[in-house]
């Protein structure tokens, strides 16, 4: 008897859905994406989502050993069995960065592109989530002025976890030409083969059902 496919619940416009898809594909790991509409409410939304997401939020990933949502959980999960993309020896410095990323630039950017394109923030509120992108640009500008990748000479799940809302950053009003070094990762990125944009790679076209 087969094996069923893994299953990703994601959506176009969620960078954290994108880190996890891309993550999959870099490892080569079969499985079916399901496109999620996040404009219903949660509990309006499809009903194999709502049956499967413990907080009703994009990505849900399952597979044989259970169901896991937050993404940078899901990407250590992949790392783990895998061995992998930051999951052998480097796996303290990739959690260290999954960790930094969630409370850094998953945070800002993510929310500075949300303000300026889904919602009607207090200006105030807008110009801190800019500071804090500033800054954690900044912090990884020092990073690329001194090694290609996050955790030396290849890619990671370190670096796909980092960069996945930077692929918006022309959403959130952000210039990335002030770091350079960053734009140079990000090429580096995209160079790699099976990497895509998150608007080719989360397209509802590119889902099961």
């Not at 980092?162 to 160079?191: H, K, M, N, T």
Request: with cysteine; glycine share 8%.
């Amino acid at each position: 008897m087969s094996v069923p496919l893994p299953i990703l619940y994601g959506n176009r416009e969620s960078g954290h859905s994108y880190k996890v898809r891309q993550t999959l594909v870099l490892l080569g790991v079969a499985h079916e994406y399901r496109y999620v509409d996040l404009q219903p409410p949660r509990a309006e939304r499809r009903p194999d989502f709502v049956a499967a997401s413990p907080y009703g939020e994009v990505p849900v990933f399952i597979d044989e050993d259970g169901t896991l949502a937050q993404s940078n959980a899901i990407l250590l999960h992949l790392v783990r069995r895998d061995g992998r993309l930051g999951g052998g020896a480097d796996l303290d410095r990739t959690t260290q960065w999954l960790f930094w990323e969630a409370n850094r630039i998953g945070f800002s950017l993510a929310n500075l592109r949300f303000a300026l394109r889904f919602a009607a923030e207090d200006p105030a509120v807008v110009a801190m989530f800019r500071r804090r992108t500033e800054a954690d640009l900044d912090r990884l500008a020092q990073e690329f002025d001194r090694r290609p990748y996050l955790l030396g000479n290849t890619p990671s799940v370190a670096d796909i976890s980092c960069a996945g809302y930077l692929f918006f950053a022309d959403q959130a009003e952000i210039d990335l030409g002030r770091w350079p070094s960053v734009g140079g990762w990000l090429d580096r990125l995209a160079a790699t083969p099976g990497w895509a944009h998150p608007y080719e790679l989360m397209d509802a076209k590119q889902a099961v059902s």
